[in-house]
């Protein structure tokens, strides 16, 4: 590790000293944590920025700043095979990457890390390789009615072209997924089960224990898209036992460009690759080409260099806070962001499920989202306003959009008050 990049992890450290022993809500330095965030510190139509849209993208703290413009500046190039310094220099901290992402969701090799362009190109990666090799007409994908789009839309194109049975789990009337209707489901022929780990609509928590064991009772391999539960909880890939396992950077303190497919390696190895070209093969002939074992073989061309760096840096971060930390401090602010908003005239929380992250989904009175997001911007208060690529949640509310107020680790209840009194202006402007 070079020297700077220790510097900055001491730094991210010491802002968590006070935590050793004692995992209370009153160990987390929020202060210290925001001072981190070098964009918390401007105005906004000359209000101070409270940004609560982390379901959409987290901000970057220095340490992940800092370790990129290192690598642009002291040892960029490209990666594995050049032999001088700076390409095997780049190489170690972008192999580094892997390996702290691997050890941050305790996966059983590195190998089990395939670096993908997000979230979305991870799922898209299984729909495209597992799904076209393993899956056949009448077999079953089972997802469920709260899904990003992203987890929606590539099993539907498997099914137009392979002629799978795409099968929906229901959520009751307060977003809860519902376990029994899912078991329902299963069938002999479900060959997949493809679900979120927390709803970025709705704040759902789903029971992702029992899904997997139920899934694997089935012969069913499951695939968890992880992007809003990663940055806000402690996640065991290998306790919940998941076969697949995608997240986002961008909504963890990382850079965009840069997302991961964790997958068991016996089944990532069975799988054929998603994109032809430099890097994952063994050898090339006109005649034939071999290709490199998991996870290279799915990592075709030049990778994302320095955003692995970034993302590296952001799990040394969010591993220096200590997620139950992170966990506690964001249940708290859930917990009283819920209390002040049910407690406002005329507005509706859409999703009160028994489990929720920090997500608060809302609609008022005489009110569209996106005039309340409009207003409420005015107060500099950045909230999200729209269907949040979620349509279906949208039709099975009856709505045809909510705004978002979603938390990370750097918002405060100051904050939340700030949003109380910016909806009191939304109320006084449209009745």
Known sequence: MLNKEKEEMTKATNVVEMTAGDNSMSAFDVERVRADFPILEQTVYGRPLVY???????????????????????????????????????????EAGREKIARFINAGSDDEIVFTRGATEAINLVAATYGRAFLGEGDEVIIS?????????????????????LKVVPIDDDGNFLLDEYEKLLTPRTKLVAVTHISNALGTITPMADIVRLAHDRGALVL????????????????????FY????????????????????DILNTMPPYQGGGEMIASVSFEETTYKAAPHRFEAGTPAIVEAVGLGA???????????????????????????????????????AKEKAGIIAFLMENAHA??????????GVAVRAGHHCAQPVMDRFGVAATARASFGLYNTREEVDVLVEALAAVRELLG
């Open 224 to 243: 968890v898209d992880g992007c809003q539960a990663l940055p806000h909880m402690k996640v065991d890939v290998r306790a919940l036992d998941v076969d």
């Open 246 to 265: 995608a997240f986002s950077s961008h909504k963890m303190y990382g850079p965009t460009g840069i997302g991961v497919l964790y997958g068991k390696s």
């Open 314 to 352: 952001a799990v040394d971060y969010l591993e220096a806070l200590g997620m139950d930390n992170v966990a506690a401090h964001e249940s708290g602010l859930l917990a009283y962001a819920t209390q002040k908003l049910s407690a406002v005239p005329g507005l509706t929380i859409n999703g009160q």
């Open 52 to 94: 609560l849209d982390n379901a959409a993208s987290s901000q970057k703290p220095r340490q992940v700043i800092n370790a990129m413009s290192e690598a642009y500046e002291t040892y960029y190039s490209n990666v594995h095979r050049g032999l001088h310094n700076l390409s095997q220099r780049a190489t170690d901290g972008f």
């Open 145 to 165: 009615h709260m899904e990003h789009h992203s987890n929606i839309v590539p099993w539907q194109m498997l099914r137009d072209e392979k002629g799978i049975t």
């Open 370 to 379: 996106h005039d309340i997001g409009t207003i409420v911007d005015r107060a």
